[in-house]
């Protein structure tokens, strides 16, 4: 309740320039305060760019790792459907298996 009173009193200081012995503690009290909420919110201000970061640009090594299970899983998905149709996956200028027996 003391830090809802400070602007007031501070507005509202005397012209004989007393002041409560209060008064500077409960300014101080506020601007602790507020120095501690522009702290926590440039700490999460950081942290959610570097998240940003990392997911838009990640490091080469886990790039790799990415590219490789990429194409594990397009390597899988190619021999499910080869399975699936009974026909090997070729390239056009391949031949076929037996070409040397007709």
């Not at 809802?4 to 305060?33: H, K, Y």
């Not at 501690?36 to 570097?50: D, I, K, V, Y």
């Not at 998240?51 to 790039?63: E, F, G, L, Y």
Request: hydrophobic content about 50%; glycine content about 4%; charged content about 25%.
């Amino acid at each position: 309740m003391a830090s809802l009173l400070v602007l007031p009193v501070f507005l509202q200081r005397s012209d004989s320039g007393i002041v409560g012995g209060s008064t500077e503690a409960m300014d101080w009290f506020v601007i602790v305060n507020l120095a501690f909420l522009f702290f926590m919110l440039g700490f999460f201000a950081c942290w959610s760019w570097l998240i940003w970061r990392r997911t838009t640009k990640p490091a080469p090594h886990i790039q790799l790792i990415m590219e490789m299970e990429e194409e594990a899983e397009k390597e899988q998905k190619a021999a499910t459907e080869t399975a699936a149709t009974g026909e090997p996956d070729r390239a056009p200028w391949e031949r076929e298996a037996d070409w040397w027996q007709k």
